[in-house]
């Protein structure tokens, strides 16, 4: 599978490290699935950690888009932290780095949550 | 494959292991054509948007398609094809991603993708009916390949022109 995804609990925010690629298919899938769980769980205050993601699409930005509209809907708040610079330069040149809140220290994405 | 290839062949399944398969491809082509990392990136990438527009779009995922991939290397450019089988479309009828209401949309960066990324970008009707996106990235001058290769930032510059 191209990505792996897991998640632990700081508080009242679930952080989900992701590591490897998302693009179309597993990858994009694998997202989706995670981040729908989550919801389905009534977690709602999710942090993705993208660390370790190296290669993202076009797929898988709608699929990082998507989550954040479904996190919105149900009231919640869906943040990234620690991009690499490929992952940066593509949400920059998308206008979607200023969509998204996006931390490069954890505590701080953390404290962000209210 | 051989390093001597200028001009290379494949058609593909309608499958989203295509995907990986075209890029992978062009990649090893790129690398021996002397790009540096960050052009050989933007070309994988290229490649990657250009085959799943064809996929999704242009065949609409149905498996008795098939989609034409061809990669020519001249000396002065990579110059890389992709033609579906589907219905074909107009560049102008492709909404901007960067407009305000297509920010949130969870489609569309494929074309501006490629756009941003290569130095020539275009699509015309293929030969056999469908789509033809055509594309190519400048060679890099003898010795000059490096990790940070500028060509994607020259494009950006004639895009904001």
Redesign the interface.
Known sequence: MSLHATHRDAGQVTVVDLSGKI???DGSALLRKTIRGLLEDQRRRILLNLADVDYI???G???L??G??AVKNQSGDLKLLHLTK?VKD?LQ????YT?FDVFTDESAALRSFT | MALTTKHLEMTLETQVESVNLAEEMCLRVAEAAGFGEDDCYRIGMSVREGVINAFHYGNEERPEKKIHLAVDLTAEKMIIHVLDEGIGFKLADVPDPLAEENLLSTSGRGIFLMRAFMDEFDVVPGKTGGAEIVMSKKLPAPGSASPNGQSGQNATRKREA
């Open positions: 693009t179309l298919g699409d076009s797929s930005i709608g699929e888009v998507s954040f509209t490929k593509l040149i998308t206008k979607l969509v």
